[in-house]
Structure formats: structure tokens, C-alpha cells
């Protein structure tokens, strides 16, 4: 131990004899008392003026000799949104859904055609047999484009159902699909429209239509609808 101590004193003599040879503490003395350099400020420059002229736009050569395209407005309508109820419409069950016979469809479109004689000319009138998919599945009615293109909007709308109790029913109608989407779901099964039963569309207003349910089982019976009177007195287009 003493042997070590003693080597370990020697060396460090040693070393510091060669420091002092090279001067090393008075080097870090004076790097201690030196000061950083002063710093020249940076030289304040102007920006560049950049100079603006109207130049013709580069094209293709593909297109060049092409006419400039023109540009057409397109209209974006908002959603039409109907007011909810609060009950829930039942679903129906596709194994037990009922067909109507090509007989019963006959009859109840008859029946449908003697009630429109009946209702008179004043306003536009339109006969809709209930198919499958109109009562069940998607509940998706299908109009004629002809009547929607002379009757019926030509954005999208709210189109009001008046049934024969007076009671109404908000539908969205869809003027691009030509036919009516969000509340007719409604309208059908509260009323329990069945495959075969026949409307009648009265256009009373621009946006409202007073219907009559053919009842495909009750279509063999005696056309006996009294038209109500707020038909004749509601306002001409």
C-alpha cells in the first residue's frame, strides 16, 4: 500500500512539471480573464422590390390551341328536414306480408279511376297503385317524372300528405329522384297501406295533397267519397 501511495505521488509530480513546461496554467489563467469578442452588428438590408406585371398563362401544348373552358353555376339545396313524432313506426315482417292478386290490384285501380272522374279537373290529379317495395322494405314512392316536371317542384321540398281526416303528414320529396323518401315510411304504416291499395293524389296546393285510400280488400264495394270542401275553396296556382 505505502509502495503505491508512493507511485502515485511521483507520477503526479511528474506531470505537473511537464504542465508547467508547456505553460498550461498560465494558459488557463488568461483564458479565465480574457473577454468574448465583441460582435459587429449585422448589416440592415433593404428587401427586394419585386416587380409585378400581367403575364399570359402557361398551357399545354395539348390544349393550347383548345377554347378556354367555361364554367357553369352549380346550385347546392340544403336538406330538407321534417319534424319527427314520437312514436316509432312498426316494422313488418316480409314472411307474413300479404300480395294482392293481378284481380284485386284490377279492381281496387278501378275503383281508384271512378273516384278521379268524380273529383273534376281543376286540379292536377294522380293514381298510384302500392307496390311491394312502396309499403315495406325501403319504403321508397316512385312518381312519374312527367307529373313531378309539371306539378311539383323543381328542388327539393317538403310535400305535405292530407289524408281524409284531415290530418297531415310531412314527406321529403327528392325532385332529381322524382318521388318521395323521408316521412312517406311514416305515412304508410301509420294508415297500414298494403300491397294492391290504390291512392289517389289530389294536388291541392303546390306542396300539399289530399289522398284517397283504395283499400285493395274493400274494392269490389260502391264508390261512395265525398269530396271534402276545402278542396274547392283552397287557392289556384
Excluded at 81 to 110: G, H, N, Q, V, W
Excluded at 170 to 179: F, I, R, S
Aim: include cysteine.
Amino acid at each position: 500500500m505505502v509502495k503505491y501511495e508512493d507511485l502515485r505521488k511521483q507520477r503526479l509530480e511528474e506531470n505537473k512539471k511537464r504542465m508547467e513546461e508547456l505553460n498550461l496554467p498560465l494558459l488557463t489563467q488568461a483564458l479565465k480573464n480574457s473577454t468574448s469578442p465583441k460582435t459587429t452588428p449585422m448589416k440592415k438590408t433593404k428587401p427586394r422590390i419585386v416587380g409585378t406585371e400581367l403575364v399570359a398563362v402557361r398551357r399545354s401544348p395539348r390544349v393550347a390551341k383548345s377554347p378556354a373552358p367555361e364554367y357553369k353555376e352549380v346550385i347546392h339545396y340544403e336538406r330538407v328536414m321534417i319534424p319527427r313524432r314520437l312514436a316509432t313506426p312498426t316494422k313488418r315482417d316480409r314472411l307474413f306480408f300479404a300480395y294482392a292478386s293481378d284481380e284485386e290490384r284490377a279492381a281496387s285501380i278501378a275503383k281508384a279511376e271512378k273516384l278521379e272522374a268524380s273529383l273534376g279537373s281543376d286540379y292536377p290529379i294522380l293514381v298510384r297503385p302500392m307496390l311491394p317495395s312502396h309499403v315495406s322494405g325501403g319504403f321508397w314512392l316512385g312518381l312519374p317524372s312527367n307529373f313531378c316536371r309539371k306539378n311539383l317542384p323543381r328542388r327539393d321540398d317538403t310535400i305535405t300528405l292530407i289524408d281524409e281526416t284531415g290530418e297531415e303528414w310531412p314527406t321529403v320529396y327528392l325532385a332529381q329522384k322524382c318521388g318521395l323518401s323521408g316521412g312517406w315510411k311514416r305515412f304508410a304504416v301509420d294508415h297500414d297501406l298494403a300491397d294492391g291499395d290504390t291512392i289517389v293524389f289530389h294536388l291541392i296546393r303546390p306542396t300539399k295533397f289530399k289522398t284517397y285510400i283504395i283499400r285493395v280488400n274493400n274494392a269490389n264495394e260502391t264508390v261512395s267519397t265525398e269530396i271534402s270542401t276545402s278542396t274547392s275553396s283552397s287557392e289556384a296556382f
